[in-house]
Nanobody, 126 residues
Framework: QVQVVESGGGLVQTGGSLRLSCTAS????????MGWFRQAPGKEREFVAV????????SYADSVKGRFTISGDNAKNTVYLQMNSLKPEDTAVYYC???????????????????WGQGTQVTVSS
């Protein structure tokens, strides 16, 4: 059984920073990529960022490029999301997800992931 656990959410003012952490664990679990998605009230879940271990590449949604940075440790199935210059529109529940498949230049769709965390709330006040 695989567990995905996020942490690091909270309340921050516009322009502030937060760092989210996520670890996927299981007895013999190994991921190919780990990503972050977010969902605001009344909106669909949207892609934020992904770190692909097999190609050592990352991708970002246009809305967060230049402000968010994803990093992590493949061996530990751990990924971080450093969020800077936060805006009120970044307010959402942030979900971490782990994949066991290969989607070169992909992993930007929810159905590319096998395991999900429960989510952590990020609120940016204006």
């Amino acid at each position: 059984q695989v567990q995905v656990v996020e942490s690091g959410g909270g309340l921050v003012q516009t322009g502030g920073s937060l760092r989210l952490s996520c670890t996927a664990s299981g007895r013999t679990f190994s991921s190919t990529a780990m990503g972050w998605f977010r969902q605001a009230p009344g909106k669909e879940r949207e892609f934020v960022a992904v770190r692909r271990w097999y190609s050592s590449t990352s991708s970002y949604a246009d809305s967060v490029k230049g402000r968010f940075t994803i990093s992590g440790d493949n061996a530990k199935n751990t990924v971080y999301l450093q969020m800077n210059s936060l805006k009120p529109e970044d307010t959402a529940v942030y979900y971490c997800a782990a994949s066991t498949s290969y989607y070169y230049s992909g992993h930007q769709q929810p159905n590319h992931y096998d395991y999900w965390g429960q989510g952590t709330q990020v609120t940016v006040s204006s």
